[in-house]
């Protein structure tokens, strides 16, 4: 995990394109949320942390810049690191309840990090309720959201005495033979393309260029409440707890898989709020872009960014249920047979190498041909616990890289699955309502499938 002391490393051609795509109005980091009823020790935490974070080079690193042109930023260990500066005891206002809390996590969101440090800060929270709640922020240059993810689990125990949570491969069972069972992870969005099936897609040479042509041929996604100019002011909401067996039940009934079920309701809820601020003309789709995992499952944590990029059209501009459903279905039908994601992790590698303005030139391109950033990601399905406190939530929100103004995440946890908006203040100002229609559609979907 660790290197000799003082010593520098360069940043990946991807992970510099991730660093130089930041701007005021468009930070790069990611954000996660970890409530309790109970009160989460501080002194414990800082411990954990000590232990089990800091032994990892990145944490204790900042990126330093070169005087060069075309010259790549670099790794270097901060001679000054200090935790005190990256583990923050704070405090909500009265009533320190989900709305406030929101307000804070939206704020943060909205807020820098600090690039004469490494790359990362934790906010604990400690009159969340009657319990506490963990902010984290960590930049998109660190490492990607799965491997962010299994990251924070580093941070979290099985039980109250602190026996630290074992990681499986992806949280993918296994069967006594050793073959993977179909899980939630296997239909979540970060799997509609496997690294070996990347991978294979990505040697027909001509299937590549082919889809890379392709690429550059979508048309700009059309005007929406969803998009302008950034301001630098973001919101972030999330959603009551889903239980993960009514869903599972409701997409047995109608065929479907998990994935299928979430993209229909959250389709819904965009579709439901455009049409409280306006029209929505038949027939519209918006494109949402999706990361692809291309790391093979494992146990161990590995920095960088490992992912592609797949373009998701959302048919907001469908009426029913069942249009929408289907018409997603058969998206993503096409999706998992194409190697869009390697190509697009192509391009983001060679956005890396090129300059600052042509790699601007790049994210614009990104920009115009989307509207939102979603993402998925499966989490353990059972109680986990944080310096002596049971977590009772588990919530993130990605970066919506390429200048938008819409992030879409869903998380499974302990049996549930939850949405998280993160948007634009400015396009924007009452995500609430996006959630609102979220927990509709889903309603809907269980009448419908009964019926």
């Known amino acids: 995990m660790s290197n000799e002391r003082g010593a520098t490393e360069v940043l990946s051609n991807v992970d510099s394109a991730w660093l130089r795509m930041e701007e005021p109005t468009n930070l790069m980091t990611i954000t996660a949320l970890i409530t309790s009823d109970e009160r989460i020790d501080y002194q414990r935490l800082k411990t954990d942390i000590e232990d089990r974070l800091l032994p990892f080079d990145r944490f204790r690193q900042r990126v330093v810049e070169s005087r060069f042109p075309f010259a790549k930023p670099r790794w270097e260990e901060d001679q000054n690191f200090s935790l005190r500066a990256h583990l923050k005891r704070v405090a909500l206002p009265h009533p320190a309840d989900q709305g406030t809390l929101q307000e804070m996590v939206s704020e943060l969101m909205s807020t820098p990090l600090d690039y004469s440090k490494p790359l990362w800060q934790f906010h604990l929270i400690e009159n969340y309720g009657t319990g506490s709640a963990m902010v984290a922020r960590i930049h998109h240059c660190i490492a990607d959201g799965i491997a962010l993810v299994k990251v924070m689990f580093k941070l979290v125990d099985e039980d109250a005495d602190g026996t630290p949570f074992k990681q499986e491969g992806s949280e993918i069972p296994r069967t006594s033979a050793g073959k993977r069972r179909r899980s939630l992870v296997d239909e979540g969005m970060d799997a509609v393309l496997s690294p070996a099936r990347a991978l294979d897609l990505a040697r027909n040479g001509a299937s590549a260029i082919g889809e890379l042509g392709k690429l550059l041929a979508l048309s700009s996604d059309p005007p929406s409440v969803f998009k302008g100019k950034l301001g630098v002011t973001k919101r972030a909401v999330w959603s009551n707890p889903v239980p993960l067996v009514e869903v599972k039940a409701t997409t047995k009934r109608l065929g479907a898989t998990i994935n299928d079920l979430l993209l229909t309701a959250v389709t819904g809820a965009l579709r439901a709020y455009m049409l409280q601020r306006g029209n929505v003309q038949p027939g519209l789709a918006v494109r949402a872009v999706v990361p692809v995992n ?21 048919p907001v501009g469908l009426a029913t249920i069942p249009e929408r459903l289907a018409a997603l279905k058969a998206e993503m039908d096409a999706i998992k047979a194409s190697p869009q994601a390697m190509v697009a992790f192509g391009v983001l590698n060679a956005m890396g190498m090129a300059s600052p303005e042509i790699e601007s030139i790049g994210v614009g391109i990104f920009a115009r041909k989307a509207t939102a950033v979603m993402t998925n990601v499966p989490g353990p399905q059972k109680l986990l616990y944080m310096a002596g406190a049971p977590i009772r939530e588990f919530m993130f929100w990605v970066p919506q890289s390429g200048r938008l103004g819409l992030g879409v995440s869903i998380l499974s946890y302990n049996g549930h699955v939850r ?18 229609y979220f927990h509709q559609e889903l309603d809907d979907l269980v009448r419908l499938s009964k019926a």
């Not at 291309?294 to 959302?314: I, W």
């Open 294 to 314: 291309l790391r093979p499952p494992s146990d161990e944590v590995e920095f960088g960014n490992r992912f592609g990029l797949v373009f998701l059209a959302l």
């Open 419 to 436: 949405l998280g908006i993160a948007v634009d203040a400015g396009f924007v100002p009452n995500p609430g309502m996006i959630v609102t």
